[in-house]
């Protein structure tokens, strides 16, 4: 009788850790989710290329009440961060910068390719498979978020 | 010109989709009647001036991008790189050729050093305005040049995104539209060389 008073008490503590780790973690804080990066060369900077370009792709989860938006990113890894966009127009892939990317409360943005893209120009090192790049994702009304890309 | 390339992008694409229904044998919209692909000259990234009819007894993809894209160009070139990891043995009756959208900043260095990053087999190739002028209409592939204010960027290309596969004959025979996979790609690789 006692024991089983016990294991239920013992169950009960670990079930409201548990709940409250998770409660911290992500009621309705944003996520930044499943980051990577292509792969990519640095360049020998010596042409009007600069020194090489890359992408880096994750999903933003917004679980929260209140529209937030990633309005800029940075990185390590390169020179200069932006947010862009490829979309397709008539068979032509275009690709512009987009001054944010609006993540609607319990909604999520998909960035991958041919879309939603964060744009690293002037890379200081190549992007090679298996390490990762850390970027910092700036939002809105959440502030910074730091990640480690994934590069494939 | 720009009405009567965008005429031509409509009629490759609506006999890429009717080719499609009929053939259900590649999983990229073929043309039917296959076509000779037009030949052309120029200057290829390993130093040599490039024909694509070099290449008759291979399957050629024949792709236009630049090294400056982060996202469309490298995608395409992984999934390419990939593809041609499929084929085993086959993989040397498979060309990848890459003509720049880019001259301005794509030097045959620049291409070269890029391509190797993804494959050391895939050939980049650049030319004259002229020549490569020829190329873009002679394949219907779009070219426009924008610079934007909000990125430190001096210029970004916008430009058709789809591969030509060529067969071993020099017949274009399919249009792989941008994100098909890496295994329907080497799927109709394949197929092309079987014939």
Redo the contacts between chains.
Sequence with gaps: MVIHRLRLLVLSVVLSVTASAYGQAGDSALRVEGAWA????M??GD????S????VYATLVNPGKQLDALVAAASDAAG?V?I?E?Y??????????V?KIEVPPGGKVEMK??GY?I???NLKH?LKAGQTVNVTLQFQKTGKISVKAEIK | MYHRLTALLALVFLAAAAGAAENPALKSGVFNPPRMAPDFSLRGSDGTELKLSRYRGKVVALGFGYTFCPDVCPTTLVDLAAARKKLGADDENFQVVYVTVDPERDSVKQLRDYLAHFDPTFVGATGTPEQLAGVYKAYGVLISKKAYKESKAAYLVHHSSFVYLIDPEGKQRALVPFGRSASDIAHDVKALLKR
């Design positions: 292509r792969r990519a060369p360049m020998s042409s009007k290329a600069g090489g370009n890359g992408a200069t932006e862009h490829s397709q127009d008539m068979g032509m892939m275009m690709m512009r910068p001054g390719p041919g893209h744009m690293l120009l190549d």
